[in-house]
């Protein structure tokens, strides 16, 4: 009787594996002949913006691979297309549009520069698409085509400005490159510096990718300002920080808070030229939780223990999270059921709890600053400590009077979003190939 009642048990035993080999095999089968969904990878691989963006595609790319490894999104698996924008605008222009028109994508992760994205925007109100923005930036903008996950200014640049006030000093010197966000940050910056009645010393502007930066640190030293504000993006900032250092300007003298400049900047920089200076972002990588370790070893494991994380890598990776939430709940990948279904979507990102405001569809996060250490991390010395519901536009000012201030710089340009002397063709400084690079390599 025992025997036979093993012998059953053996034998249901072995139909139930077979049926579950059964299974896998089919449900794999199935997973890798379903068409698999496009998406499009859109950043500087080259040019002056590359010194950042490239690190951000390898953390969307980074995403892309974790979710294809648990099966993919509607039991299909995620196929990026790569594309660089050169650190040009049309050319982000252009590439954005062919991958909605050609490529037939079902969204677009993308972008750095605000110039950048105005001059993508209106492709993607064109053709009712779908873009996930991952940098913080000025505000001043809201499009239903659009995720922002990165910061709105009362999620970065006003919180640092007041912090600032409160311990570092009142008179402050804006350096920036001169393109939409710098102005538009410094605008803000303005305003809440006359309302914290403070005193602005200077305000100088070099063009994007410009290593001309000596007669700026000499109006530094002439105003002895008690903050330096730093909205430069790119290379630009090594040439800065170097002429600053021989200048005599230390953060022990006075420092430096800069809205651009994270971990992978700094390890470009070397931390020694830039320790003791401040930053203020919603990520740094020596953020303590459990969601933030998984990521950071899940990176290094990919790109190697010497590489770092950073905001907008950390934002444009739970972006991609994001949009699969959305398109499993759509239940389908059309970007404009995929839009409602982002509404209120909420994900446990490292940086901590993020969700999408379904009035503006920015992202709630936390405020952090920090200080550069000597291993070129951050320590954190502020935090809002629970996520700041986002405000694209600023009480200061009125939405018509900040749109008549963008159409201004605009117009003033040339109908462009960024200085037209500007921009820089320098490779970035000695990083090894990224996924994102060898991906393009391969097209």
Not at 222 to 239: E, L
Not at 302 to 322: K, S
Request: hydrophobic content about 40%; some cysteine.
């Amino acid at each position: 009787m025992k025997e036979k009642i093993v012998t059953s048990v053996l034998i249901i035993a072995f139909i139930a594996f077979l049926g579950f080999f059964i299974w896998s095999y089919v449900t794999q089968k199935t997973i890798s002949r379903a068409e698999p969904i496009k998406v499009g990878v859109l950043h500087s691989f080259t040019g002056t913006m590359a010194i950042s963006e490239t690190s951000v595609a390898d953390a969307t790319l980074l995403a892309i691979e974790e979710i294809n490894k648990k099966g993919g999104v509607l039991g299909r698996l995620i196929e990026p297309i790569v594309v660089d924008g050169q650190s040009d605008w049309p050319t982000f222009a252009m590439e954005a549009e062919r991958l909605i028109t050609k490529e037939k994508v079902s969204v677009v992760f993308g972008c750095w520069t605000s110039a950048s994205r105005r001059t993508v925007k209106p492709v993607f109100e064109k053709y009712d698409h779908l873009l996930f923005y991952p940098v913080q930036y000025e505000g001043l903008e809201q499009s239903p085509n659009i995720i922002y996950t990165g910061a709105g200014p009362n999620q970065q640049i006003i919180p640092a400005v007041k912090w600032s006030f409160d311990h570092l000093g009142k008179r402050f010197f804006l350096v920036a490159s001169d393109y939409v966000f710098p102005r538009s940050a410094n605008a803000i910056i303005k305003d809440q510096t006359a309302a914290l009645r403070g005193e602005i010393v200077g305000e100088e502007y070099i063009l994007l990718g410009s290593s001309e930066v000596k007669g700026v640190v000499q109006k530094i030293v002439q105003t002895k300002p008690d903050v330096i504000f730093n909205t430069i993006n790119g290379d630009s900032n090594v040439a800065f920080f170097r002429e600053l250092r021989a200048a005599g300007i230390t953060p022990e003298v006075i420092p430096t808070l800069s809205f651009s400049i994270a971990e992978h900047e700094v390890r470009t920089l070397g931390s020694k030229l830039v320790r003791g200076d401040y930053a203020a972002w919603n990520y740094f990588q020596s953020i303590d939780r459990p969601e933030n370790k998984a990521f950071v070893e899940s990176f290094k494991a990919r790109y190697g223990i010497h590489r770092v994380t950073n905001d907008p890598m950390e934002a444009g990776y739970f972006g991609v999270y994001l949009w699969a939430q959305g398109v499993e709940a759509a239940k389908e990948t059309d970007p404009k059921i995929v839009r409602k279904a982002l509404l209120n979507q909420s994900f446990a990102a490292p940086e901590g709890l993020v969700y999408v405001d379904e009035e503006n569809q920015h992202t709630w996060k936390t405020v952090q600053i920090g200080k550069i250490n000597a291993e070129g991390q951050f320590d954190i010395v502020w935090s809002s400590e629970k996520p700041v519901r986002p405000v694209p536009y600023p009480i200061y000012r009125s939405r018509s009077e900040w749109d008549k201030f963008l159409n201004d710089l605009y117009t003033g340009w040339g109908n462009q979003w960024a200085n037209p002397g500007g921009g820089g063709t320098a490779a970035p400084a000695n990083e090894p190939a990224s996924l994102g690079q060898r991906a393009l390599r391969g097209r």
